[in-house]
């Protein structure tokens, strides 16, 4: 291995370990237990929040099943959930039980998605776990103590409502005092489009008149604009009925899922975007690759696949530090993007390393002259902290379907062409293939 593919190698690796730091900081700070487990249900991580959760230590649970976890009653249940997450589907708002290391039993709302690697293979799952025994709870001694209903839902984290069959409100407790930024008096007997906007009870009380129309539970997470706070809730309405099998109340339950929202939506970004430049990564890069190579075909146009990397990247890091490399790998992102359009498509691989999707091509001179177009951005220097950086790139092009029609191969043609662009630097070349008979110019 030479010494600049070394350098490139240990900066990737540099990246790598910030991306994984980062995400590990936001898991162990989440109050929600999130665990991993692969193909197997070996459990390959376990944060803190599982391990109050759960009872368990991460250095007694890791490499184990979740076989001591489950009831007897529910491991059924969960070999068929499991099989459902391993197909490829995502299961959220999961009500079950589970067994802590004390035997104590809990009820657990559980969400499950699948992890894949970077060739889109599903290689376990990923579980995001809460405990609601205590709302369980409170909910059962409902009709046994109206004083103790009351004391007992005023002292949950959750707004619990309770309605008549006209969708007006009968009790509220104190988070729900809050969410209507209102007293008792202004808010009993009232519906919720009386207390608060539209743009904010359209997205959740449609839920609310289905329970009571289909007398049927209902639940579905919603995301609202309250009070100029972005608001993410698992919305539950429950039917209660008289002797005669009529509604008599529906009880309500907004839970507050925000954070938890806050942190799949950081996973799942994590997972398909590069840290640093914020672009798609290798994964998501073959996706759309996949997709656009669809179109392609479809829609018998021309798509450009472009490899491309900085010229001289290695020796300005050598000489400007890391911290000015990270700088310009970000402007010529935004440079990148700049230049592209709406349709095109830029990832970064690793290193100084990007690749670009060119769609909808009428010609090989069409994907020509964007390369050129990509070299022209590189004509002004780019202004860094320790100073302005002067720099070219280098180009490799393969098109499809001209030289290939699989994926991986496209991917290799640009490589080999970007090496031959590299000898002459400030250059792009196509692959050497059926492409040359369809272009006026090489470069």
Known sequence: ?????????????????AENARLAAAINASPDGITSANRDSKF??????????????????????AQGLLPESRRAEFQQLRDRVLSGEIVQGWST??????G????????????????????????????????????????????LFRLALNGIPDVFLIYDRDLRLQFVNERGREFFARDNADILGKRDDELLPPDVTDVYTPVLARARDTKSPQSLEVTL???????????????????????????????????RRQTEE???????????????????LLDRLDAAMQRARRNNTLLGVMLMDIDRFKQINDTRGHATG????????????GALRATDTIARLGGDEFTLLVENASSVDEITAIADKIKSVFAQPFKTES?????????????????????????????????????????????????????????
């Not at 944060?47 to 890791?62: D, H, Q, S, T, V």
């Not at 039980?97 to 004390?102: G, L, V």
């Not at 599903?122 to 103590?145: F, P, Y």
């Not at 509604?247 to 839970?255: E, T």
Request: overall charge negative; aromatic content about 8%; charged content about 25%.
């Open 1 to 17: 291995m030479c010494s600049s593919d070394l350098f490139e190698d240990v900066t990737q690796q540099r990246h790598t370990e």
């Open 44 to 65: 390959m991580s376990w944060n803190p929040g599982a391990e109050r959760l759960f009872g368990y230590p991460a250095k007694e649970i890791i490499g184990t099943t």
């Open 97 to 102: 039980e589970r067994t802590r290391a004390d």
């Open 104 to 147: 104590r039993r809990i009820h657990v709302e559980s969400s499950y998605a699948p992890i894949r690697d970077t060739r889109g293979e599903i290689t376990g799952i990923v579980g995001v776990h809460r405990d609601v025994s205590q709302i369980k709870k409170m909910l059962a001694q409902i009709e046994s103590s109206e004083e």
């Open 225 to 259: 604009m309250l009070r100029g706070r972005l608001v993410s809730l698992l919305v539950t309405y429950v039917p209660m009925f008289d002797e005669h099998k009529e509604i008599r109340q529906i009880l309500g339950l907004l839970h507050d899922i925000t954070q």
């Open 266 to 284: 950081r996973l799942a970004f994590m997972a398909q975007y590069d840290s640093l430049t914020g672009l798609p990564n290798r994964y998501l």
């Open 326 to 337: 990270d700088i310009l790998l970000k402007q010529v992102a935004e440079r990148l993007a």
């Open 387 to 443: 100073g302005e950086v002067f720099t070219t790139t280098s180009l490799g092009i393969t098109i499809f379907p001209f030289d290939d029609t699989n994926r991986d191969e496209l991917i290799k043609n640009a490589d080999v062409a970007m090496y031959y662009a590299k000898q002459e630097r400030n250059a792009w070349q196509l692959y050497r293939s059926r492409s040359e008979e369809h272009t006026s110019e090489l470069q």
